[in-house]
């Protein structure tokens, strides 16, 4: 019996609307099968910053018993689901510090063969969601990675419209996550572990 798909969830938050998206992510993957690892990318933003910030401050506190993820849980795992806000279109800073961690066991050719997904929000509508999946994306192709995105797969893309990858308009904090966000996520969730399985089980065979 092939064992369970092991999935990571990486992700950077200041404010929590990543966070709380990636929550929902491993708990829907979890329902899926998967043994399921959800980590914080290590902050690089002065204290004074966060402590300016009452809702930056309060996800600091929120998640501060959360591990922050290691190379050793991305070599560990057989999915890996990348959560950033948008930076002006772009992966966060903090994320990209993490993955930029990754070059020792991408010499060894251990990025290589999994499966990996990714997932942002923005202030504002569209705001440069897609471009930062892209983006992200971009580093799967150097790790020869299998990417695996939502696509149009689920009747309720059709409403969210992000193939790239679930997707959240916070408002800056006014617009928490929402029905429309967590079904993309399960969605998301769902088929990242499906397909893992699939591949798992083939490697196997
Ligand atoms: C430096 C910086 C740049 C940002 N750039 C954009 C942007 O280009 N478009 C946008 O809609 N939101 C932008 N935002 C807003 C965040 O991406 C958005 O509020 C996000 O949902 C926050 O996620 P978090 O609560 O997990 O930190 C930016 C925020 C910061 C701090």
Redesign the pocket.
């Known amino acids: 019996m092939t064992a369970p798909v092991k999935l990571a969830v990486v992700?950077?938050?200041?404010?929590?609307?990543?966070?709380?998206?990636a929550r929902e992510i491993g708990q829907a993957a979890e329902k899926a099968g998967a043994e399921v690892r959800l980590l914080k990318a290590a902050e690089l933003a002065p204290q004074s910053a966060i402590d300016s910030n009452e809702?930056?401050a309060a996800?600091q506190a929120a998640t501060a018993g959360l591990a922050e993820a290691g190379p050793a849980d991305i070599e560990w795992a057989d999915a890996v689901v990348f959560?950033t806000?948008?930076?002006?279109?772009n992966v966060?800073s903090q994320l990209k510090q993490f993955i930029d961690t990754l070059g020792g066991l991408w010499a060894e050719g251990k990025l290589a063969d999994k499966v990996y997904s990714g997932f942002?929000?923005?202030?504002?509508?569209?705001?440069?969601?897609e471009s930062t999946l892209l983006a992200l994306y971009n580093t799967i192709h150097h790790f020869g990675g299998l990417l695996v995105t939502p696509g149009y797969t689920d009747p309720s893309k059709f409403a969210d419209g992000n193939p790239y990858g679930t997707s959240?308009?916070?408002?800056?904090?006014n617009n928490p996550v929402d029905d429309q966000t967590r079904t993309a996520a399960a969605v998301q969730a769902a088929r990242v572990v499906r397909l893992a399985e699939a591949l798992k089980k083939g490697s196997e065979a």
């Open positions: 992700y950077y938050s200041s404010t929590g609307t990543i966070a709380e998206i809702a930056w996800n959560g806000p948008t930076r002006f279109g966060a942002t929000s923005s202030a504002t509508t569209h705001g440069g969601q959240h308009v916070d408002a800056q904090g």
